[in-house]
Every structure is written in structure tokens, then in C-alpha cells.
């Protein structure tokens, strides 16, 4: 099979949410071709909405949204699918408008900076694009500001984790990105009273090989384009730091030119939650989220 050659990018505005109750949003991401060479193919848009955002269901005309994953806990993202099916020439670009809704916590506020989803685009069909750096970004989201009491007698907890990022070197060995998470109160609060959540999202073009103990899938990716979201259940009166191992391995896929390709060299941006359950509340929830990246490395072309 001979492939059509093309250069695919992907962008997106911040998702500017409303005052009103309750707030909306609207998520707009652009997808396009740099290259002279049309697309013969829809291009395919793979969306990791910020945590604590959901779609409203509304579907974008003439982009008919498909839900991968809605996980329950509104910590961990929600994934959705469309196809761009316009015959995409050198610098044309659609745009799609999401509508969304803010998903609140139950035992902290939203967090005062909204973290990051993950957005990517990649060819079907006949199309190829070797140099995947520009088809993938990082989504933003902006929430007014959140008031939240504290249920009585409730737990006070201050939780966060701080992040080591890994190198995805090709199709080597798999490789260990590690989560220490922390309970900053001490002295007469418990540090925690019920299991806490730690929610990864991992991807694209990366994917969990092993889960760590006490972790789950909440989604599996089904292709090279799609994420893993993994949650981890942290014992309750843990030691600080509390660490978590989680084994990734960068994906690869056949091309209609019949060679393998990956990735390109570059960072991979998602993000992570860690929130309380139980009878804990966080109330300093702006460390709870924030965006999270591996560097991939030595990839094939």
C-alpha cells in the first residue's frame, strides 16, 4: 500500500467557564494539515477532558462525539472521540466546539487552578504522519472562584504529590514513573481516616504495562491514540511519602507503509488528581491536580 504523506496538528482555547449556576463551558479544539498533500482520510481527535469537567451531551454539528470513558469519579477524566472527516488541505484547519459542565468534588472544592487534559490527533486510512510532535497539546480550563464548607466534624486533610518524570526510550523495556504522595497536617488531625484516590491519566502514545499496588484500570486504551487512566487507592494513615510506581512503555503502530512508528522525541503532558474519600476533606485543594509529563525519547520514525 502506498501512503499519502500529511502533517497533522492540533490545537485548543482554554475552556472559559461561566458564573452562572450552574457553570458551563466550552472546550474548542482545532485540528489541521500543514502538508501540501490533502488528507484522503478523516483525521481522528482523541479529547481527555480536565478532571472535574464532563461534555453536556450536546454534539458538535457535523462531528458526532463518541464517549471512550465517563469514569464515576469526576477526579479522573472523561475521554471522548469525534472524526474530522473534511478533506484537509496544506493549512486548513476545523474547528469543533464542546460544550461542557464542571463536575464537583465531594470532599474538597474545585481546585483553584483547574489541571490539564490531553488532546491528539492522528491520520486513518491511507493517510501517514511521521512527525507526530505537532498532534498533540495540553487542555486548560479556567472556573470562578469555589466556595465549599466543610461537612461537621469532617477530617482535615492537605494533600499533594509531587511527580518524577521518566524517559520513554522506543520500544525498550518498560520504565518507571513514580508518584510520592503526602498528607501535609500532622499533630492532632489524622493524617488520613479513609482510603484517598490517586487518579493518572496516561497517554497518548504512552501506555501502563504493570499497575502499581492498590491500582486499577478505570480505562484501558484500545489503540495507539487513546489513554490509560489508572486510580490508586492509598491506605489511610499512610507515612509520608507514600510512594507509587507505575511501569509505562511508549506505543507503536503499523502504517499503511507497512514499518512501525511511534511517538515523536518530545514531552507527553496529561495529568493527575490525588482527593480525599471518607470522612476527609481537603480544604487547600489546589495541590490535589496538576499536570504531569514523561519525555520521550529515541523514538522510531
Avoid at 225 to 239: E, G, K, N, R, S
Avoid at 286 to 296: K, N, T, Y
Wanted: proline share 12%; charged share 10%; glycine share 8%.
Amino acid at each position: 500500500m502506498t501512503a499519502n504523506p500529511v502533517s497533522l496538528f492540533v490545537t485548543s482555547q482554554t475552556a472559559q467557564f461561566s458564573t452562572s449556576n450552574p457553570p458551563t463551558g466550552t472546550l474548542t479544539i482545532s485540528d489541521g494539515n500543514f502538508s501540501p498533500n490533502n488528507t484522503t482520510s478523516p483525521v481522528e481527535v482523541t479529547v481527555a477532558l480536565p478532571p472535574f469537567t464532563r461534555w453536556d451531551g450536546v454534539q458538535p454539528g457535523g462531528h458526532p462525539i463518541t464517549v471512550l470513558a465517563t469514569p464515576s469519579d469526576c477526579a479522573c477524566p472523561q475521554i471522548l472521540r469525534y472524526l474530522d472527516p473534511a478533506d484537509l488541505h496544506g493549512g486548513q484547519k476545523t474547528s469543533v466546539n464542546i460544550g461542557l459542565n464542571l463536575c464537583r468534588p465531594t470532599n474538597s472544592p474545585l481546585p483553584a487552578q483547574m489541571p490539564n487534559g490531553a488532546v491528539n490527533a492522528v491520520p486513518t486510512g491511507n493517510d501517514l504522519c511521521t512527525d507526530l510532535s505537532r498532534s498533540v497539546g495540553a487542555l486548560a480550563a479556567v472556573v470562578p472562584a469555589q466556595t465549599s464548607t466543610p461537612p461537621p466534624k469532617s477530617n482535615p486533610v492537605d494533600l499533594y504529590f509531587v511527580h518524577c518524570t521518566a524517559a520513554l526510550l522506543g520500544t525498550q523495556s518498560p520504565t518507571v514513573t513514580e508518584f510520592q504522595l503526602f498528607d501535609n497536617l500532622t499533630g492532632g488531625n489524622m493524617p488520613t481516616t479513609a482510603d484517598s484516590k490517586l487518579c493518572v491519566l496516561v497517554g497518548p502514545y504512552y501506555h501502563v504495562t504493570a499497575l502499581p499496588p492498590g491500582g486499577t484500570f478505570i480505562h484501558q486504551h484500545q489503540d495507539f491514540a487513546d489513554y490509560d487512566i489508572v486510580q490508586v487507592l492509598v491506605p489511610p494513615l499512610f507515612t509520608n511519602p507514600y510512594v507509587v510506581p507505575i511501569s509505562i512503555q511508549a506505543s507503536t503502530y503499523t502504517g499503511p507503509d507497512g514499518n512501525t512508528h511511534s511517538g515523536p522525541d518530545g514531552p507527553r503532558s496529561s495529568t493527575a488528581t490525588y482527593t480525599p474519600t471518607g470522612n476527609d476533606f481537603d480544604e487547600n485543594s489546589s495541590s490535589i491536580a496538576h499536570p504531569v509529563s514523561q519525555i520521550a525519547l529515541d523514538q522510531l520514525s
